[in-house]
């Protein structure tokens, strides 16, 4: 059966938002599939770039816009906030520790751990150019710079693509 | 039922039983079975779901006296 490992069936995620539950969601489901034994790539774009920059130092952005776009969205794992009942932080604050007190992985662990299992993460340059947001300011999980056309070559291949 | 292997998810959460369910599998041989102890409901109908996508028999789903649920999954390849 070990040749027919190539012909994996495939999962493709656009993740269009920053929101700290539908990223969850994201990469609940890209774990899953990946132990399920699908190939799978998440491909950030927009707000979903915050779910992908490095929660250390700054973003080096060129620019006086961009420099304090990228001060005021600083973005991060760790930084992100829910889409509902926020409270200025408090919501958040508090799903985090339900989420705690319920043995679930942060979300900064499920981005390891879906690294682990192989899941492909691929950060937009448009919008990494838009908002000025250069290659650095990614974590290391994140190995490919890419446009529309690799997401669609992607999603074209595979069995279930979602747009979140 | 027997298993060769247990894995204790007690107190964790979906998608966490699956993905180390899947992980551990790997260490086993074919005709293996490996028995998962989990406590969310939702196993009873994701981990079959598992077993048909990656081709690994579910032999049955025990429920004991204290709410925790016994899931034996075989290696079949």
Known sequence: ?164 | MKADVSIDCVGLYCPMPIVKTASKIKELEPGQVLEVVADDKGIKQDMPAWCKATGNECLGIEEDKNGEIHVFVKKTK
Request: aromatic content about 8%; charged content about 20%; glycine content about 10%.
């Open chain 1, 1 to 164: 059966m070990s040749e027919q490992a190539a012909l994996k069936e495939k999962m493709t995620l656009a993740i269009c938002s920053g929101d700290l539950d539908k990223a969850l969601a994201a990469f609940m489901l890209a774990t899953t599939a990946a132990s399920m034994g699908m190939e799978v790539s998440m491909f950030f774009t927009f707000w979903g770039l915050n779910v992908i920059k490095k929660n250390e130092g700054s973003i080096k952005s060129k620019g006086l816009i961009r420099k304090m776009f990228n001060v005021i969205n600083r973005g991060g794992s760790k930084r992100l906030t829910i889409s509902k009942y926020n409270f200025g932080g408090f919501g958040t604050f508090m799903i985090k520790r339900l989420m705690k007190e319920m043995n679930m992985p942060s979300l900064d662990e499920f981005i390891v751990m879906a690294h682990e299992m192989g899941v492909k993460m691929i950060a937009c340059t448009t919008t990494c150019g838009i908002m000025g947001v250069p290659e650095d300011s990614f974590r290391p999980e994140v190995t490919t710079l890419a446009g529309a056309a690799t997401f669609l070559g992607d999603a074209r291949e595979s069995k279930i693509t979602l747009f979140i």
